[in-house]
């Protein structure tokens, strides 16, 4: 059973951005979920890809990321429920 929930996704993403994050002045309980971690500058193009892979391993699922809209793939809020509603075991 998928017991992964966006918040749990958040809270991993928030963590592993930390640094990033509190460099822009934000607090983790203040990241609204319409950041974008790549027009914010926390993630580069290449770091897309290691988000996701990031992800994948945290939670040992595999992802389908064609299926999320290509605008909505780095920004919080949206990837993380696509994460928890479309997760499968790897």
């Known amino acids: ?3 992964i929930t966006p918040a749990k996704v958040r809270n991993f ?9 509190n460099m822009l002045g934000l607090k ?3 990241v609204p979920a319409t950041f974008d971690f790549l027009l914010s ?3 580069d193009s290449f770091g897309i890809l290691d988000m996701v892979s990031s992800i994948e391993d945290e939670f040992h ?3 389908d990321m064609a299926a999320l809209d290509a605008e909505e793939i780095t920004v919080l809020g949206p990837l993380c429920q696509y ?4 997760s499968k075991a790897a």
Do not use: F, H
Not at 13 to 19: H, R, S, V
Not at 83 to 86: D, I, L, M
């Open 61 to 63: 699922i595999q992802l």
């Open 1 to 3: 059973m998928n017991d």
């Open 83 to 86: 994460v928890a509603e479309n």
């Open 41 to 43: 500058g926390t993630i």
């Open 13 to 21: 993403l928030l963590t592993k951005y930390a640094e990033a994050i």
């Open 28 to 30: 983790a309980d203040e």
